[in-house]
Nanobody
Framework: VQLQAFGGGLVQAGGFLRLSCAASGRTFSSYAMGWFRQAPGKEREFVAGISWSGGSTNYADSVKGRFTISRDNAKITVYLQMNSLRSEDTAVYYC??????????????????????WGKGTQVTVSS
């Protein structure tokens, strides 16, 4: 599977954006998907993840209640709805895929990042 994230942009604090990650390949529905971000000078971090069926999701504490991950397997796309944006949400956002059934563990541990399939990122800038 190949991934491409888009939908980033410049938004004021308190605003919203929806990121999309388009996938290619007929095996998309067998992958758990995740969103990650990397701010300047910081390590890449997990933001949100969703199981292959969409029935299970998980979020970083910093985005709980503000961000929502979803997927449409028919459209082979995963989304990240970001509301109540803050300046600290400014980062390059990446989507990633893993075929592991332990997707939550795989996404949460940085030492596993090299095992994921990554797409190119999209810049999100939140102005205060």
């Amino acid at each position: 599977v190949q991934l491409q994230a888009f939908g980033g942009g410049l938004v004021q604090a308190g605003g919203f954006l929806r990121l999309s990650c388009a996938a290619s390949g007929r095996t998309f529905s067998s992958y758990a998907m995740g969103w990650f971000r990397q701010a300047p000078g910081k390590e890449r971090e997990f933001v949100a993840g969703i199981s292959w069926s969409g029935g299970s999701t998980n979020y970083a504490d910093s985005v709980k209640g503000r961000f929502t991950i979803s997927r449409d397997n028919a459209k082979i796309t995963v989304y990240l709805q970001m509301n109540s944006l803050r300046s600290e949400d400014t980062a390059v956002y990446y989507c990633a895929a893993t075929g592991s059934s332990q997707w939550y563990v795989m996404f949460k541990r940085p030492e596993n990042y090299g095992m994921h399939i990554w797409g190119k990122g999209t810049q999100v800038t939140v102005s205060s």
